[in-house]
């Protein structure tokens, strides 16, 4: 899949024609109505958190930015503040925050989601690592940055998801693609009444390309009976510790991760990735990455229907 980092979507949003025409080309949102709607937050896990305010999202939301911190050779750790040290985002997984600024000399807005990578209950703070895109309009603004600066946010709604709805899930990633699937992973394994079992492929160009490595070891570690990971790499390292596999996500790759089409158990796998790597593991989206397109790739060889993928 490659150094992937999440793409930035351009939606077709109903603000402007303008900025309808400046989405065009880029993943569709799942329902256009999170633009102006509030979104839906899920319960907090405790009394303690309870008392937490939850952020109120009716519309967009200017947050300043409290930290920036090199990642790796393009992408950058941003903090941002929420409106005091009590609140909460409270999203659902799986949740992005759209983006919006208009840049200088401009008249049509940019707007790009990122999912963030820190807890949806985590009181002060909401945290993202996004990568720098050559001439990106959305993250060259978000690398920009510096602290006391403000963006605004809003959620995008991508995925609904119950504890214990499916037996398992296998969750194919690359890049920044990985974002979505950390917040939902962190979700499901913080949650001791969600028995999910989740596999997790992560491809990348180079092992520094990896994201939030030491933070998956730690969770297969944690959880070692209900979640497992393979890390994938076009270029392994000279001094590799042999624990990443090098090559793409093939059949042979995903075949040991997804479980038998005859075992009879509920399961879902996400695909979430460029393009290039949705069509060859799941089939192309379809409607210009507005719809989820037909069934291909190697889950169609695998067994697998539309009804049991969700490409993001």
């Known amino acids: 899949m490659g150094s992937y980092i999440r793409p930035s979507l351009k939606i077709a949003a109903a603000t402007t024609v303008g900025a309808g025409l400046a989405y065009s080309g880029y993943k569709h949102w799942q329902s256009t109505h ?3 709607n509030q979104v839906h937050a899920e319960s907090l896990p405790s009394d303690s958190k309870a008392a937490l305010k939850k952020m109120e999202w009716k519309g ?31 999203v659902s ?19 790009r989601p990122y999912t963030p990578v820190s807890d949806n209950d985590l009181p002060g703070t909401v945290t993202f690592m996004v990568k720098k895109y050559p001439n990106g309009k959305g993250s060259g603004k978000m690398h920009s940055l510096k602290p006391g600066d403000s963006m605004k946010f809003k959620p995008l709604h991508e995925f609904d998801y119950k504890p214990n709805q499916f037996s398992s899930l296998t969750l194919i ?19 001791p009444e969600d028995k999910t079992k989740l596999a997790l492929v992560y491809a990348n160009n180079t092992e520094e390309d990896i994201l939030l490595r030491k933070e998956f070891d730690e969770l297969a570690a944690k959880y070692p009976d209900q979640f497992k990971r393979i890390f994938t790499v076009t270029k392994r390292s000279s001094d590799s510790d042999g624990t990443v596999e090098q090559g793409y996500v093939t059949k042979q790759t995903l075949a ?11 399961h879902k796998v996400l695909v979430s990735g460029p393009p290039p790597m949705i069509e060859a593991v799941a089939g192309a989206k379809g409607g210009f990455g507005w719809t989820q397109g037909s069934i291909g790739g190697i889950l169609a060889e695998l067994g697998y229907t539309k009804e049991e993928v969700h490409k993001f």
């Open 93 to 111: 997984p799986i949740t992005s925050l759209l983006t919006r600024h208009t840049p200088e000399g401009a008249w049509i807005p940019v707007f």
């Open 60 to 90: 967009f939301t200017e947050l300043k930015l409290l930290s920036a911190e090199q990642y790796n050779h393009n992408v950058k750790k941003l903090t941002f503040a929420l409106p005091d040290d009590q609140t909460v985002t409270g």
């Open 173 to 191: 990633a690359g890049g920044s693609g990985i974002t979505p699937i950390y917040q939902l992973t962190r979700a499901i394994l913080n949650n």
């Open 256 to 266: 040991k991760v997804v479980p038998n089409k005859l075992s009879g158990t509920s």
């Open 34 to 36: 999170f633009f102006f």
